[in-house]
């Protein structure tokens, strides 16, 4: 995966040897570089979706101006209302002095805001709000700013089921969406991977200073056909790994450390095909506990094995989540 120090200049014409389904994903991405709309970037864990924001960003009439990105996973409505939008002296214990937010500081360029379904309904009002007119008040002022910025958000959440289910604001969705750019997972991009890999190794020797040339038959074999659930931050992961404990100049299979079969079902974001497939797991059962069992492990596949966001979407608390597992 490219480095964060490598993607400051990083544009849409720097992604080489694309295959079909990435090249769909950049044409889209050309057409939203050459839009000032709020573009939303959605795709698996690991895909890159910050790296094709600062892409998207780099390559548009605002690329002179300020790239800010900010991850809204896990914060409280106090702390991601001080991140996104400053807070005066004062405002809460430990505000000693006035600072500026998100918002404020990429005023004439873009925000990036990644996991954006984590916020609360209370912080997207406000996000609609300074998207909608350009307008925000710092935490403990009753003075408006105004900022021109273009925002980009991202997620993994399927922010379409959240919208009907009231987890997400359908109005905020609308907005945020004049342009959904979706990344292909890694395992759609079997015709890329030979060549991704080639750049992985390649750089992590660099990183390394060793001079790895290739892989040996074993362990090409393993690569190419494993799924890749955390993918391209995965396969940097992996290489990294490989590269370092390669002992020659040749990488073999006894360095790559990939996840297990029974690890890559779990963390898998598939959702099975077919009413037979759901049912193999549990012999056929048909009961009504055993639809609902099969339900939580999917939604927990569906979010890379992450219990509270598993537990967010289908909207039970950790604790619940972790019984129904237990009981499964």
């Known amino acids: 995966m490219i480095q964060a120090s490598d993607t400051l200049a990083w ?16 044409d889209q991405a050309r057409v939203a570089a050459k839009i000032d709309l709020p573009i939303l970037i959605l795709g ?50 430990g505000a000693q002095n006035r600072v500026k937010g998100k918002f404020e500081l990429a005023n004439h360029g873009t925000l990036f805001i990644d996991e954006i379904a984590d916020m609360s309904q209370v912080a997207q009002a406000k996000v609609l709000r300074a998207i909608e007119y350009g307008e925000f008040e710092r935490l403990g002022s009753e003075s408006i700013q105004v900022a021109d910025v273009r925002v980009l958000s991202a997620t993994h959440f399927p922010l379409d089921i959240f919208a009907e289910t009231d987890r997400f604001r359908r109005d905020l969705l ?33 990183r390394q200073n060793k001079s790895i040339v290739g892989l040996e038959r074993e362990a090409a074999q393993r690569l190419f056909s494993y799924p890749w659930p955390g993918n391209l931050r995965e396969l940097s992961r992996v290489i990294e790994a490989a590269v370092a404990m390669a002992p020659e100049e040749v990488i073999l299979s006894e360095t790559l450390i990939l996840q297990s079969a029974a690890d890559v079902w779990r963390s898998s974001p598939s ?7 759901v049912l193999e797991g549990d012999g056929g059962n048909l ?17 890379g094995g992450n219990k509270r966001r598993a537990a967010k979407a289908l909207g039970i608390s950790r604790s619940t989540l972790d019984r129904k597992l237990a009981e499964a």
């Open 11 to 26: 544009t849409l014409d720097d992604y080489q040897g694309l295959d079909e389904p990435m090249q769909k994903c950049l």
């Open 44 to 93: 698996e864990s690991g895909t890159g979706k910050t790296l094709l924001a600062r892409a998207v960003h780099n390559s548009s009439s605002r690329a002179r101006g300020p790239f800010v990105s900010f991850n809204a996973a896990a914060l409280s409505d106090t702390l991601l209302d001080s991140q996104l939008f400053g807070h005066e002296r004062g405002a809460f214990t």
């Open 174 to 206: 609308f907005r945020i969406g004049g342009l959904t750019i979706t990344l292909p997972p890694l395992r759609e991009r079997r015709k890329a991977l030979p060549l991704l890999l080639a750049a992985e190794i390649a750089r992590a020797s660099r």
């Open 271 to 277: 959702v099975p095909d077919s009413g037979a497939a």
């Open 287 to 303: 009961s009504l506990a055993a639809a609902e069992q099969r339900h939580v492990r999917d939604v927990l596949a569906r979010m």
